[in-house]
């Protein structure tokens, strides 16, 4: 199938998903489950988004995988897999801040960012009002417009996004790198959702980003959206991002951070 019938795919599935997450965000939200930490957190939104997505994608391409933030995997027999996060910034969107998005992308190979090829995804934040696509080889774009990372830049001249992890140790290691990584930043930006932070990259909202503890579903759509868009993402120790770290942004500032990143001990 070629890859612009994966993105339609991607593309209509995520709209309506978002539309179903709206929705459901417009009529209450109450914390249903927790999971790695108390903080971190589960809604019956997550599970109603993520359970219409997956009976969409079942009807469409019966014969692919799936892997889920919140119902797990499923093996397919096509060698292809969707990657899906219901609800990207579940915590935003508990206290209806904006930065909340719908990430579905299609991945060839195992699910795992240091093998698989990301061939199409989409991600959808209905209270922004943007919908970011990109395929393989054709580009990266917010609605019309093609997107591209922004040029290079000293990294004291970058606006750098990040998150923190839901596991108590794991933010306090976080936050001793922070502090004197923000001495040599133009600024620290930290939204609370990875998919929207590389959407921001791609569209050059962000000179680039970091994140420890990122899980497939967090990056698949958005990794793609950078790297279509013209900019590099990559682990810390690692060409391939990985669990431990994921940094994405224009290639040479990329390469700025993480020599910063290690030296701090990241």
């Known amino acids: 199938m070629p890859h612009d019938d994966l993105l339609a795919i991607a593309r209509a599935v995520a709209e ?36 219409l997505i997956r009976g969409r994608l079942a009807a469409l391409r019966p014969q692919d995988g799936f892997l889920g933030e919140e119902s797990g995997a499923d093996a397919g027999s096509s060698g292809l897999t969707w990657v899906v996060d219901p609800i990207d ?19 060839e190979g195992d699910p795992d960012p240091r ?25 990266a774009h ?14 004291d001249r970058a606006l750098v996004a990040t ?18 990584l923000l001495g040599r930043v133009r600024d620290l930006r930290r939204a609370g959702g990875a998919a929207i932070d590389l959407a921001y990259v791609a569209a050059g909202r962000l000179d680039a980003y970091f994140e420890q503890g ?40 990329v390469a700025e951070l993480r020599a910063a990143l290690l030296e701090l001990g990241a």
Do not use: C
């Open 115 to 139: 093998s698989w090829k990301a061939l199409a995804g989409a991600v959808h934040a209905p209270a922004l009002g943007e919908l970011y696509t990109a395929a393989a080889g054709a580009g």
């Open 89 to 107: 910034g579940t915590v935003n969107y508990l206290y209806d801040l904006p930065n909340w998005s719908v990430s579905i992308a299609v991945v």
């Open 142 to 155: 917010l609605g019309d417009r093609e997107l591209r990372v922004r040029g290079p830049v000293p990294l």
């Open 16 to 51: 309506e998903a978002g539309a179903l997450a709206a929705r459901l965000r417009r009529e209450g939200v109450e914390v249903q489950a927790t999971k790695t930490s108390p903080i971190d957190i589960v809604t019956a939104a997550d599970r109603a988004t993520e359970d």
């Open 214 to 253: 990122l899980n497939p579903w967090d990056q698949a759509a958005g990794a793609l959206l950078v790297t279509e868009a013209g900019g590099a993402v990559r682990g810390l120790d690692e060409e391939a991002p990985t669990g431990r770290m994921v940094l994405a942004g224009q290639g040479d500032v």
């Open 163 to 180: 998150g923190f992890h839901y596991t108590s140790a794991i933010r306090t290691n976080q936050a001793r790198v922070a502090q004197p």
